[in-house]
């Protein structure tokens, strides 16, 4: 197999808005044989996350940036298919920057072996890795939530947006979900618990913060920025706290966007706005995937796949994530488990 | 004295931008006689601070808003003169909010005894006090600043600014100042000690930041928002945290001013931006305060104040914040120790 064909995505053009099938190119190569200290890895499931916009960038992010005609980033599940590192054998099930192809070759460090878990691979992207990650200690940590608490989640129906709103209510909060779209909506009121909601599609965002938050917001997961963010900072609550998990309304933007004009309220309530990136919080996945796991085999956490079949659709799936057209987690199925 | 003739600066109309002196009404009323637990004060001082401009909006801030017709809000440090309460005798020197005017009527438990200190009285307005206290606390808890950090100061030669850097270097900071003409400057690096100064109005601020912070800043003490605060963001270090104190860019518009552009740096870089109010730290105020005066009477911590002769001329004293005509604080002497 050293010498198999391999088939990638490449970065071709930086989108200068949406990112489209046009800033990519497929190309086929062929793989390089290993040398020690490194695996090669079949992918298996590829998520596809708002992130992958700004990797798209001609700039340093948290991440380097990504140069014009390297395969694209993209975070990976696979099967190890012929190891050169003592640290994983053939048929181990990893997790890593995998990119956009059939398979990679990695050095073995920089991928993680899966602990077993009582539910399918998938859940690895849909419930548990860096999207229950980013939404566990978002809310806990970075925010430290407290039973009681009104909190606020922008983007709700998106993967990290959902697993938020479901914590929120296992944490003893009151919760508020922004999503756009009556059967989005009706999602997080009747199956994620959601005390209420506001269709941006059809009531204005503040005036809805207004009605649904009358007492002020004590925490806002933000995953929106821009209006969205305005108007949560319009209604906060003293001391209130604001997890800046993402800018969704803002990657797209070829100019600079501005920022909130509601800023003096942050000052007038004593209020914390804090970004935060799930890289950091790697070392504690095992806590939050104890806590994931059991309520969802209670009962009181689902999640919903949003997967499309073939490594070719990848660029329509990364499309979907910025016209809303998706509910929950977006996952690309690149090969057979 | 208790039919006493008092003279005083109401508020006649709200500023839509600048405060000017058309927006104060100069009234002679006669005080009322005292009612238990009530003391007359004589004011001494009057401290004119940006927030000031706050507090005449229609709106409430931190504190209830001022209605129309009422004695402008003010604090300053006056002299016990007529006592109806235990805790205050006449000659007692107290701090609180007297407001624009001669002489006060307020309930003793509203006022504070100030503590005897090796310092004239302005001292208490000039190094300790409420300026004193943000420079002191957002410093050193909300912004967690720490020996050998970048520090940026924003109104640098205004009252908080320059204590701001000077406490920034006697906690062993580097620290660099933003203010505006040569001879702020020249007095913030050779009396105040800033390791580098940026002078807005002969450099772009966010290209005085990228040459003064090669490596990105750690701590911003942040006074005037807007660009200011953009470009700031534009240069966070990892792990960064903005203490937001004031937004004196933005305090005179009519209309809302769009926010910082670089939101998204906040999330790249982890930075946290809190904002706070000094009124949270009261009971704290002899820890600062202790430290304020050993630094001062060792020679390591300077202070400037810019009086004004008369409660007449308050009005005028606070145009000057806006102006940026002063260096260091604005006091007006309405009456003699």
Not at 10 to 35: G, V, Y
Not at 54 to 63: R, T
Not at 76 to 92: K, N, P, W
Not at 199 to 204: A, I, Q, R, S
Request: net charge negative; hydrophobic share 45%.
């Amino acid at each position: 197999m050293s010498t198999a064909i391999n088939s990638a995505w490449h970065l071709a053009s930086r989108p200068t808005d949406l990112p489209s099938a046009a800033n990519f190119a497929w190309r086929e190569t062929t793989l390089p044989a290993l040398a020690d200290g490194q695996v090669r890895v079949r992918t298996i499931w590829l998520s596809i996350d708002p992130t992958n916009r700004i990797w798209m960038n001609d700039a340093d992010s948290y991440l380097p940036k990504l140069e014009l005609g390297e395969v694209m980033r993209g975070i990976g599940i696979g099967r190890v298919e012929e190891s050169r590192d003592a640290s994983l054998q053939a048929g181990d099930i990893v997790q890593g920057m995998l990119g956009w192809q059939h398979y990679s070759v990695s050095p073995a460090k920089a991928l993680s072996k899966l602990p077993p878990i009582p539910l399918p691979l998938s859940a690895h992207f849909g419930l548990l890795g860096h999207i229950g990650l980013t939404a566990y200690f978002g809310l806990t940590d970075v925010a430290q939530a407290r039973a009681g608490e009104t909190l606020v989640v922008s983007a709700a129906a998106g993967a990290v947006g959902s697993l938020a709103v479901q914590i929120g209510k296992n944490l003893g909060m009151r919760v508020v979900a922004i999503a756009g779209g009556a059967e989005k909506c009706r999602w997080l009121s009747d199956e994620l618990g959601a005390d209420a909601v506001i269709d941006y599609k059809v009531e204005d965002v503040a005036a809805g913060l207004a009605r649904t938050c009358p007492d002020g917001i004590d925490v806002d997961f933000e995953n929106v920025g821009g209006r969205t963010l305005d108007a949560v900072l319009g209604n906060l609550k003293l001391g209130a706290r604001i997890a800046l998990c993402g800018l969704i309304s803002q990657y797209n933007a070829s100019a600079p966007e501005p920022g909130p004009a509601n800023l003096a309220q942050l000052l007038m309530q004593r209020g914390r706005m804090q970004g935060f990136i799930v890289l950091d919080y790697l070392d504690r996945a095992p806590e939050a995937a104890e806590k994931l796991i059991a309520w969802h085999l209670a009962g009181r956490m689902h999640y919903r796949l949003d997967v499309s079949d073939g490594l070719e659709s990848a660029p329509a799936a990364l499309s979907k994530l910025f016209s809303g057209a998706n509910t929950g987690k977006v996952l690309v199925r690149v090969s057979a488990e």
